[in-house]
């Protein structure tokens, strides 16, 4: 399949998305510890990090797929997968009581997207990307 427009590529673009990723994953692991503090279950950060990447690996493993933008349709079921895995996750490995359990992940993904912004829009202001 040809690329059928003129952008410049990045040369370390691939580079950049895997360590995106695992920051990302780290960030939501931080997210799960912070709000996991303030419910008082009793989490310890290496249960955060498991959550966190066990969760994210249908998605990664989906993504995979995108070789062909209909396949997005697979990523899409994927991610309803993940907040499955998260709810399932937090309850299980955190001690999350299963009815705070949908607003617990909840918040801590808008807390990890809002981090992975900013962090994301320093890099880019320190023209490191």
Do not use: K, N
């Not at 692991?29 to 989490?43: D, G, I, K, N, T």
């Not at 993504?63 to 994927?78: D, E, K």
């Not at 499955?84 to 299980?92: D, N, W």
Request: with cysteine; aromatic share 8%.
């Amino acid at each position: 399949m040809a690329r059928r427009y003129e952008l410049p590529l990045p040369q370390l673009a691939a580079a950049a998305t895997y360590i995106a990723t695992v920051a990302g994953i780290f960030i939501l692991a931080c997210a799960f510890w912070l709000l996991a503090r303030l419910a008082a279950a009793a989490a310890a950060p290496r249960r955060c990090v498991q959550v966190a990447a066990y969760g994210a690996t249908p998605l990664l493993v989906a993504s995979s797929l995108l070789v062909s933008p209909v396949l997005m349709i697979a990523c899409l079921a994927a991610l309803l997968h993940v907040f499955y895995l998260y709810y399932l996750g937090v309850q299980q490995l955190l001690g999350v009581p299963g009815d705070e359990a949908a607003q617990f992940v909840a918040i801590a993904l808008v807390i990890a997207i809002g981090a992975s912004t900013l962090g994301g829009a320093g890099v880019g202001a320190l023209g490191l990307l």
